[in-house]
């Protein structure tokens, strides 16, 4: 088994600054591309932030010079900061990785529960 477990949502107003957290554990062997994406009602999930392996990222344009996506490899973790927040990035945030489990022959792609983060205007 295989868990993405996150951290870090809560409520906060515009221009302020949330850190959110995803932990993986299980039974795992490689952990390839880590990231965050969000849903908002009556909306698809839309990508965020993804971090590679070797630490090469890519960001959605609306969050370009204010959210830092960043991963442990010995944890097994991602974080991702996000600074002067917006109302529109209130939603609800998944962490999301591509991961082979010890004994299996590929990559599969595993979400965590989901995390509420409010932007109050």
């Known amino acids: 088994q295989v868990q993405l477990v996150e951290s870090g949502g809560g409520l906060v107003q515009a221009g302020g600054s949330l850190r959110l957290s995803c932990a993986a554990s299980g039974s795992i062997f490689s952990i390839n591309v880590m990231g965050w994406y969000r849903q908002t009602p009556g909306n698809e999930r839309e990508l965020v932030a993804i971090?590679?392996?070797?630490?090469?990222?890519n960001y959605a344009d609306s969050v370009k010079g204010r959210f830092t996506i960043s991963r442990d490899n010995a944890k097994n973790t991602v974080t991702l900061q996000m600074n002067s927040l917006k109302p529109e990035d209130t939603a609800v945030y998944y962490c999301n990785a591509d991961i082979k489990r010890r004994g299996w022959d590929k990559f599969n792609t595993y979400w965590g529960q989901g995390t509420q983060v409010t932007v109050s205007s």
């Open positions: 971090v590679s392996s070797s630490s090469n990222t």
